[in-house]
């Protein structure tokens, strides 16, 4: 079935994982929309292209968006369960980009309405 | 790292007594799921429940974050260490899900739900009944599972044919000799946690259960009550909705820790011996009363009237006697919990366990609440079908009267619980030959029924009763009212959106069949088809008596001209 991770996308998760809890360092990056970003999160933009893109088409909401990942990943599901279903392009978009990958596994039901903003964002249609 | 992880199988000490039954435990924990979120407490579950089983006396497997194959490769070792008559305890803890009425568990290497790959899915999971029916076919007497795992579908929203709401089908009734609980009730989600804070090593469900497995004396059956309110309780706390599930299909109770006491002989062995057996535990007038009138003669009669006779005379129920808020609450959730099993009995066909639950139903309501209770009106209503399934019409009709008399001084004669049962009568006198008693009721009904503004169950009972009257029309040889009552009840449900129902079902396969006898061979083709489809809709297995009949006559077409 093609579900499998790729090894390079959990090498690629694991960094995110740990620049997100890392400390945040502020830096004097920005995106081309003018977005102040801590390194950490200049670093998660290189490793995940539906944030690189945001950052060029919608800078407005990345910080919107970025400030959802780093909640979403510190706040996990208290539920054992939760799943709700994925497209096939939700699964593109998380095996393309691990911190929405990690936001996902931490709380998958919370993260849908992160999915929808991404897709929107990128010119698809609401689902809603 | 995590890749790394190979199941881990741990065997604690055998301290089996050897003079009764084995008991044999298969402990499953997974937090470390590949793809699907992580958990913080299934293994901490895992390592407290296979301790507790070890100092209840049971030899325990354990195993940590197994895979597909580590997780069937477990259940086929532990279904090989079982003898007949043994003792088997399975308890999982980890991701779970219900899709179509299937109780599924994850295993740690599941795929992610990617809508189209429903089926894909449920093959890479371990399906419960599946692993229960591998557990029974070892013969183990008695076979007790945990499953503390949410119980939602992940893919409620889709519209992929086969696939029920969030609301789900619900569980299969257990074989017997089983007893499940469910750490939640059908599509609910159960909480690994209370909160970022909550420090306890093991989940919201589990650690209740801990508490309460070595409770002395205590059946299983009053563990999983015991447990239930009190994880709901705990749920609420946080805003959850969790009450735990179970479904008994044990033939009689089960105690883990026995009672040092010995225990008094009991009457056991049919159905009536376990309802008398009830009625003495509970030992109030009202019980024994309530067993006399499902058993005036019945082989215990006598000693319940005089265990009757015994009781100081108390004919009006007392305010000691009254339950509290708190009782009452959780004596209206064991009288669901009760109606539930019955019915899953009675869909699976067992209707002698059918009339036994809810048999144990109305004596529980009785003791609880009096026999002039709504509850007890709602349990003689239940008792009506549960009587009708084992060819007891003339009692049912008697809990028929019960709950029209309780609710019409309740609600009114004109409140739709009274119309309900009216129409449940009118039914079974028509079909025991009291033809002009029941042609009175049924046109008392439908004027009564035509002067309410109806909606839901309302309009669903509405056409049910018309259904009957039709079916009495027909009987009485009244072609053309039996077909303007059954048109009336299909158009009814049709306005009402209610084609999805099994009752459309009924309703629309009685019509065609009024049509078919009348010579209307082709309009009634095209009525069972729309029967058909509701059933279909209401996703009944085309094995089911009445959609077979319903797939029959479509097969049988009309006679070329």
Same mark, same amino acid.
């Given at each position: 079935?093609?579900?499998?991770?790729?090894?390079?996308?959990?090498?690629?998760?694991?960094?995110?994982?740990?620049?997100?809890?890392?400390?945040?360092?502020?830096?004097? +990056? #920005?995106?081309? =929309?003018?977005?102040? %970003?801590?390194?950490?999160?200049?670093?998660? *933009?290189?490793? /995940? !292209? @539906? $944030?690189?893109?945001?950052?060029?088409?919608?800078?407005?909401?990345?910080?919107?968006?970025?400030?959802?990942?780093?909640?979403?990943?510190?706040?996990?599901? +208290? #539920?054992?369960? =939760?799943?709700?279903? %994925?497209?096939?392009?939700?699964?593109?978009? *998380?095996?393309? /980009? !691990? @911190? $929405?990958?990690?936001?996902?596994?931490?709380?998958?039901?919370?993260?849908?309405?992160?999915?929808?903003?991404?897709?929107?964002?990128?010119?698809?249609?609401?689902?809603? | 790292?995590?890749?790394?992880?190979?199941?881990?199988?741990?065997?604690?000490?055998?301290?089996?007594?050897?003079?009764?039954?084995?008991?044999?435990?298969?402990?499953?924990?997974?937090?470390?799921?590949?793809?699907?979120?992580?958990?913080?407490?299934?293994?901490?579950?895992?390592?407290?429940?296979?301790?507790?089983?070890?100092?209840?006396?049971?030899?325990?497997?354990?195993?940590?974050?197994?895979?597909?194959?580590?997780?069937?490769?477990?259940?086929?070792?532990?279904?090989?260490?079982?003898?007949?008559?043994?003792?088997?305890?399975?308890?999982?803890?980890?991701?779970?899900?219900?899709?179509?009425?299937?109780?599924?568990?994850?295993?740690?290497?599941?795929?992610?739900?990617?809508?189209?790959?429903?089926?894909?899915?449920?093959?890479?999971?371990?399906?419960?009944?599946?692993?229960?029916?591998?557990?029974?076919?070892?013969?183990?007497?008695?076979?007790?599972?945990?499953?503390?795992?949410?119980?939602?579908?992940?893919?409620?929203?889709?519209?992929?044919?086969?696939?029920?709401?969030?609301?789900?089908?619900?569980?299969?009734?257990?074989?017997?000799?089983?007893?499940?609980?469910?750490?939640?009730?059908?599509?609910?989600?159960?909480?690994?946690?209370?909160?970022?804070?909550?420090?306890?090593?093991?989940?919201?469900?589990?650690?209740?259960?801990?508490?309460?497995?070595?409770?002395?004396?205590?059946?299983?059956?009053?563990?999983?009550?015991?447990?239930?309110?009190?994880?709901?309780?705990?749920?609420?706390?946080?805003?959850?909705?969790?009450?735990?599930?179970?479904?008994?299909?044990?033939?009689?109770?089960?105690?883990?820790?026995?009672?040092?006491?010995?225990?008094?002989?009991?009457?056991?062995?049919?159905?009536?011996?376990?309802?008398?057996?009830?009625?003495?535990?509970?030992?109030?007038?009202?019980?024994?009363?309530?067993?006399?009138?499902?058993?005036?003669?019945?082989?215990?009669?006598?000693?319940?009237?005089?265990?009757?006779?015994?009781?100081?005379?108390?004919?009006?129920?007392?305010?000691?006697?009254?339950?509290?808020?708190?009782?009452?609450?959780?004596?209206?959730?064991?009288?669901?919990?009760?109606?539930?099993?019955?019915?899953?009995?009675?869909?699976?066909?067992?209707?002698?366990?059918?009339?036994?639950?809810?048999?144990?139903?109305?004596?529980?309501?009785?003791?609880?609440?009096?026999?002039?209770?709504?509850?007890?009106?709602?349990?003689?209503?239940?008792?009506?079908?549960?009587?009708?399934?084992?060819?007891?019409?003339?009692?049912?009709?008697?809990?028929?009267?019960?709950?029209?008399?309780?609710?019409?001084?309740?609600?009114?004669?004109?409140?739709?619980?009274?119309?309900?049962?009216?129409?449940?009568?009118?039914?079974?006198?028509?079909?025991?030959?009291?033809?002009?008693?029941?042609?009175?009721?049924?046109?008392?009904?439908?004027?009564?029924?035509?002067?309410?503004?109806?909606?839901?169950?309302?309009?669903?009972?509405?056409?049910?009763?018309?259904?009957?009257?039709?079916?009495?029309?027909?009987?009485?040889?009244?072609?053309?009212?039996?077909?303007?009552?059954?048109?009336?009840?299909?158009?009814?449900?049709?306005?009402?959106?209610?084609?999805?129902?099994?009752?459309?079902?009924?309703?629309?396969?009685?019509?065609?069949?009024?049509?078919?006898?009348?010579?209307?061979?082709?309009?009634?083709?095209?009525?069972?088809?729309?029967?058909?489809?509701?059933?279909?809709?209401?996703?009944?297995?085309?094995?089911?008596?009445?959609?077979?009949?319903?797939?029959?006559?479509?097969?049988?077409?009309?006679?070329?001209?």
């Amino acid at each position: 079935m093609g579900r499998r991770v790729r090894k390079s996308v959990w090498i690629a998760l694991a960094s995110i994982v740990f620049t997100l809890v890392a400390p945040g360092t502020v830096s004097a +990056d #920005a995106t081309p =929309g003018g977005v102040a %970003l801590s390194s950490a999160e200049a670093t998660m *933009l290189e490793a /995940n !292209p @539906a $944030l690189s893109a945001l950052a060029t088409t919608s800078p407005q909401l990345l910080r919107q968006v970025l400030d959802r990942i780093a909640k979403l990943i510190a706040n996990p599901s +208290d #539920a054992r369960g =939760g799943l709700q279903q %994925l497209t096939e392009e939700d699964w593109k978009l *998380l095996q393309q /980009n !691990p @911190a $929405l990958f990690q936001a996902w596994r931490s709380s998958p039901e919370a993260s849908a309405d992160l999915l929808e903003l991404i897709r929107v964002a990128a010119g698809g249609k609401p689902r809603k | 790292m995590r890749r790394g992880l190979i199941a881990l199988v741990l065997t604690w000490a055998i301290a089996a007594s050897p003079v009764q039954a084995a008991r044999l435990a298969l402990v499953i924990g997974i937090n470390h799921y590949d793809l699907v979120p992580p958990l913080q407490k299934a293994i901490g579950d895992a390592t407290a429940m296979s301790s507790k089983l070890n100092e209840l006396g049971f030899a325990v497997t354990t195993v940590i974050d197994p895979d597909r194959r580590q997780f069937n490769q477990a259940i086929e070792t532990f279904r090989e260490s079982l003898h007949a008559g043994d003792v088997a305890f399975v308890h999982f803890s980890g991701h779970g899900i219900e899709v179509d009425g299937r109780n599924l568990l994850l295993p740690r290497d599941i795929p992610l739900p990617i809508s189209g790959d429903e089926t894909y899915l449920a093959t890479e999971a371990i399906d419960l009944s599946s692993l229960m029916d591998r557990i029974a076919e070892s013969g183990a007497a008695v076979r007790i599972f945990v499953i503390d795992a949410c119980r939602t579908n992940p893919f409620a929203q889709s519209d992929i044919r086969g696939l029920e709401g969030p609301g789900g089908l619900g569980p299969a009734a257990p074989s017997r000799g089983s007893f499940v609980l469910y750490s939640a009730g059908t599509s609910q989600v159960a909480l690994d946690r209370l909160g970022p804070d909550d420090q306890n090593p093991t989940s919201v469900y589990t650690r209740v259960l801990l508490d309460k497995l070595d409770l002395k004396g205590a059946s299983i059956s009053e563990v999983a009550r015991d447990v239930r309110t009190e994880v709901a309780a705990l749920a609420s706390t946080i805003g959850y909705d969790q009450s735990p599930a179970y479904y008994d299909g044990l033939t009689e109770d089960y105690v883990l820790t026995p009672s040092a006491a010995a225990n008094a002989p009991e009457a056991s062995g049919s159905v009536e011996a376990e309802a008398f057996d009830r009625a003495r535990e509970l030992g109030t007038a009202h019980a024994l009363q309530a067993f006399l009138a499902n058993y005036p003669n019945g082989v215990f009669a006598d000693l319940a009237r005089a265990a009757l006779s015994d009781l100081p005379p108390s004919p009006v129920l007392s305010a000691k006697d009254t339950p509290d808020a708190v009782e009452a609450f959780s004596v209206k959730q064991r009288l669901q919990q009760l109606w539930d099993e019955a019915h899953q009995f009675e869909n699976a066909g067992d209707n002698a366990s059918y009339l036994q639950r809810a048999s144990e139903a109305r004596l529980l309501a009785a003791a609880s609440f009096g026999t002039d209770s709504e509850a007890y009106a709602d349990a003689s209503n239940q008792m009506v079908g549960a009587f009708s399934s084992v060819g007891q019409v003339a009692d049912a009709m008697a809990a028929s009267r019960d709950a029209i008399r309780i609710y019409t001084v309740l609600f009114g004669d004109h409140d739709l619980r009274v119309l309900n049962e009216k129409a449940n009568l009118a039914a079974r006198l028509a079909a025991t030959g009291k033809v002009d008693e029941a042609t009175k009721m049924f046109d008392d009904l439908l004027t009564a029924y035509d002067t309410m503004p109806l909606h839901g169950d309302g309009e669903a009972q509405y056409a049910a009763a018309l259904e009957s009257y039709a079916q009495l029309a027909m009987r009485k040889g009244d072609g053309p009212a039996a077909e303007r009552y059954a048109s009336r009840a299909v158009a009814i449900l049709e306005a009402a959106g209610l084609t999805d129902q099994i009752e459309y079902g009924w309703v629309a396969s009685t019509e065609a069949r009024i049509l078919r006898a009348d010579g209307k061979c082709e309009a009634a083709q095209a009525m069972f088809v729309r029967a058909a489809s509701g059933m279909k809709a209401a996703q009944v297995a085309e094995t089911q008596h009445d959609y077979a009949n319903i797939l029959a006559d479509i097969k049988k077409g009309c006679p070329s001209l």
